[in-house]
């Protein structure tokens, strides 16, 4: 017993003299307090996802002044307003000069009881339209038209990173599909 105290007794004063915890973790002296490293820390990422923002918002910008861009649809909200969320990466918005594709393989209960099916056109761009605001919102709007089939396009960037908010109609049944996702120069894609 005597010699078990002693040994205990002996570790504690090597430890506490070695500045080393119990868990095996050397104390640095950095002289930050740790609340302070990790302030420092957040400070860091935070910087860091802000410069990542402004990279994604410039190359989604000059996708769409070069008419070569893809919107990759992540989230899409029923009539409800409230969001689905979509693993499918072949549901996009895309333009490539005056030609632009739709494809939304929408097979969810959450936006219509029947669900809604697919929507997929590709036709020829007419009316298009590009409006930045002072705040760096990037507004477009175009006219797509197919065999028999039209939608009008509206797509929103917000001016911090690429994620845009999207809204298609028919204009001949005046039914509309909200959605959002991340707006991609087709060089990123492929």
Not at 128 to 147: A, E, N, Q
């Amino acid at each position: 017993m005597y010699k078990t105290l002693c040994f205990i007794a002996t570790f504690i004063i090597i430890m506490l003299n070695n500045e080393v915890s119990c868990y095996g973790q050397n104390k640095e002296d950095t002289g930050l307090s740790r609340s302070q490293t990790r302030k420092e820390k957040r400070e860091l990422k935070r910087k860091a996802d802000q410069l990542a923002d402004s990279l994604n918002f410039a190359s989604a910008k000059a996708a769409i002044e070069n008419k070569k861009w893809s919107l990759e649809v992540k989230t899409l909200y029923d009539k409800n307003g409230m969001p689905v969320q979509i693993d499918n990466p072949r549901d996009n918005v895309s333009m490539r000069g005056v030609t632009s594709s739709i494809h939304l393989s929408l097979k969810y209960d959450a936006i219509d009881k029947k669900g809604i099916g697919a929507i997929s056109a590709r036709g020829t761009v007419l009316d298009y339209s590009k409006k930045v605001d002072k705040k760096g919102v990037i507004t477009i709007r175009y006219l797509v038209l197919d065999k028999g089939k039209n939608a009008e396009v509206v797509i929103t960037l917000q001016g911090n990173g690429n994620l845009a908010n999207a809204e298609i109609e028919s204009p001949t049944t005046g039914k509309k599909i909200r959605f959002s996702g991340n707006l991609v120069p087709f060089e990123k894609m492929e």
